[in-house]
Every structure is written in C-alpha cells, then in structure tokens.
C-alpha cells in the first residue's frame, strides 16, 4: 500500500530558473517529512526534512512546502543549479516515493 | 570516514543460487535496514533492525534472511535466487528509527545491482 507518491517521473528545468518537485501522501498521521537526493551510482543522501507542525522549512537554495488539508508537500530548488540533477525521494515514516529525475540544463 | 558500505556493487546469479549482500557501517547506529528499489519504484523495506540480535520484517522479507550479531554488520541472505529479485538493493542505518514518529534521516550505502538469470 503506496502511502507516499511521487506522480511525476522526471522535470526538466532551465538552469538559474525555480525546479518545483511534488510529492502526495494518504496517511493523515505522517509527524515528518524527508526529501532524499540520489546520483547514478550512490546511495540517496538526506537533503531536508519538515515537521507536520509546521508549513515551510528552508534550507538554503532549498525549501520545502507542506499543505496538511491537501496532504501535499513540494520541494522548491532557487536558483536551480546542473549539478542538482539528480533523482530526488519524498519520504516519511520510511516510506518512499517513487522518485523523480531532474535535469537541470546549462 | 567510511558510513555505511555495501558490497559487491555488482553481482550476476543464476536461479537458485545463494548469496550474501554484505553491509557494514561505522557510525555505531543501532538501527540499520535493508532496502530493494525496482526500476520506476521507491525503495521497499526487506528487513530492519533495532540492535544486535534484533531483526523485524518490513514490507517485502519473502525470499530474504538477515542476521545481526554485531552493531556494524547487517547481511542480506538469499537462499533460492528468483528472477523477481533483480534489483537494486541498499543499505541503510540511523542512530535512532527512522520509522513510524521520527524524522531521524537514514544513512546509506551506494548499492548492490544484483542480476538473476
């Protein structure tokens, strides 16, 4: 039973522009939420994480959005950068998403 | 500093054979999981444990035996290899659970790429 979703399997970006990377879950009792990010050949690394508790977590050029009534999150990347291609997991409660593939183009 | 390490990297079976993943991390975290992640899929939990001598089943433990006798070691046994078990598998581990209430993020290995034919 796939509780956390990652509907869309890649996105393609401009680089300097904004990479926005969706993620949809079913369970209501979820207390945290973790995004990962995987180069070819390694093993996913933690890039951020929010509390349910609360509605924005920023990090950087990374901020992670989180719409408890909609049970949607989303991951912003500002100015988005060739070396951010990558795949990147949406989990919590280790659950993970399917992931999804950015390209950031020069 | 090594983290957590996984080998082989790269291994080809052919059906019914057995094998061992090896992982093995540094960090002296209690807890460590095994994952598989299939092509266009996230990553399934086989197997977790909690600490030396503890194991639990996650989602997918069919075809899959684990032992922990030490804090840093965490192998992945295959007895009867299937070709359904072609896939990716990695290894994770954290200083508390990364399960259920806990934003603990996990550690992982780079993978082994297990093929069966």
């Known amino acids: 039973d796939q509780q956390v979703k990652q509907n869309s399997p890649s996105l393609s970006v401009q680089e300097g522009r904004i990479s926005i990377l969706n993620c949809d879950y079913t369970?209501?009792?979820?207390?945290?939420f973790l995004w990962y990010k995987k180069y070819p050949a390694e093993g996913p690394t933690f890039l951020i994480s929010i509390s349910s508790i609360k509605d924005k977590n920023e990090d950087g050029r990374f901020t992670v959005f989180l719409n408890k009534s909609a049970k949607h999150l989303s991951l912003h990347i500002v100015p988005s950068q060739p070396g951010d291609s990558a795949v990147y997991f949406c989990?919590?409660?280790?659950?993970f998403g399917e992931g999804t593939q950015l390209t950031v183009n020069p | 500093n090594a983290g957590v390490t996984q080998t082989p990297k790269f291994r080809i079976l052919k059906i019914g054979q057995s094998m061992t993943l090896q992982c093995a991390q540094d960090m002296n975290h209690n807890y460590m999981y095994w994952y598989r992640q299939d092509p266009g899929m996230g990553l399934k939990l086989i197997y977790y444990s909690v600490g030396a001598g503890i194991t639990d089943k996650g989602e997918v433990p069919n075809g899959y035996n684990v032992s922990r006798s030490t804090t840093e070691d965490f192998p992945l046994r295959l007895e009867l290899a299937a070709p359904s078990q072609t896939s990716v598998y990695f290894c994770?581990?954290?200083?508390?659970?990364?399960?259920?209430?806990?934003?603990?993020?996990?550690?992982f290995g780079d993978g082994t790429r297990l093929s069966i034919l």
């Open positions: 994770a581990s954290s200083p508390l659970l990364s399960r259920g209430h806990s934003n603990q993020p996990q550690h």
């Open positions: 369970n209501s009792m979820f207390d945290y």
């Open positions: 989990a919590a409660s280790g659950d």
